[in-house]
């Protein structure tokens, strides 16, 4: 047996990554049966079929520290989320489902607007307020003059880092500038309807040079939060956690109760007011989705 980590996964094939070279492996047929579905990022115990061809049976996975199922990949320690400033225009709904989710993991998030060159309406500082006014750090990009691609390198040294975003922003782009030798394919923002193409279609773990690891992974364009409940929702705005004065204490789910600090807050200017309706949004949606089932 092996120890190994499953840097990709390829109609049913997963690529093991071990102290013996790569191996080609099929899963197990008892995860199939049992509904596991190995990820990318898995560690893994693994047998070895035939070593002249490198091919071997995936046995084992071990527990996972983190767990994300848009994009599919386990065992992160930190979301990159990635979004354009323009083409694709910024979908800041599904950025807050991202954050939301991330948070869940405990997942450190450093946020990332990429194509600054391409902002010629000061969009991109409006956004930036919004995060870093609710405790994020905010790197703004472009893989064209090369803005802060440095920056992006330190968030990297010694994690375990995923790129995640929508279509086109330039996820495989930015990690082309980052290391030369990635060589990832990159795709055209379609001309008329302005959104990317789903150039990257798996997945994949890369060795960086600096010693961490970093996860290129295909564009989502939507997002479900359906594990989460009403109740806990509040949990993963992390500004709302500086005002606790809450009439209701921590039962407050800072909607419609009186004398509520969160709300106040946002009054003042302390909360963005696009954070607290996207949380509202939300909220709501969660909400029907129960009523569904
Ligand atoms: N102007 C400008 N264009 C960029 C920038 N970054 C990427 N692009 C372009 O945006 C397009 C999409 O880039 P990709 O790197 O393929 O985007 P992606 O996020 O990996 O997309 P998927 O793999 O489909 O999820 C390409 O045509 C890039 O040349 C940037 O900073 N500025
Ligand atoms: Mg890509
Ligand atoms: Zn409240």
Known sequence: ?????????????YYVDT???????????????????????DRVSMSVVD??????VVEDIDKRDTELIRPPI???????????VKNPKPNLSLLDRFIVLAEKEHLEIVIILTKADLDDRNELEEIQKIYELSGYKVIPVS?????????VKDELKNSVV??????????????????KNFKLQTGEVSEKIKRGKHTTRHAELLKLECGGMVADTPGFSSLTLDD?????????????????????GSRCIHEKEPSCAVKEAVENGEIPKKRYESYLQLLNEIRQGKRRY
Do not use: H, W
Not at 19 to 41: M, S, W
Not at 143 to 151: G, P, Q, S
């Open 1 to 13: 047996m092996l120890n190994g980590q499953i840097i990709k996964g390829i109609g049913g094939f």
């Open 19 to 41: 102290d013996n070279g790569l191996y080609e492996c099929r899963a197990r047929g008892i995860f199939r049966k049992q509904n596991i579905t190995p990820l990318v990022g």
């Open 51 to 56: 070593e002249e061809t490198k091919k071997g």
């Open 74 to 84: 386990a065992n992160v320690d930190k979301a990159l989320i990635v979004f354009a």
């Open 143 to 151: 893989n064209k003059t090369k803005l802060n691609i440095d920056k």
């Open 162 to 179: 995923v790129f995640a975003g929508p279509s086109g922003v330039g996820k495989s782009s930015l990690l082309n500038e980052i290391d």
């Open 228 to 248: 989460i409940s009403e109740y806990d929702l509040k949990d993963f705005f992390i500004e709302f956690d500086d005002f606790d004065g809450c009439r209701f």
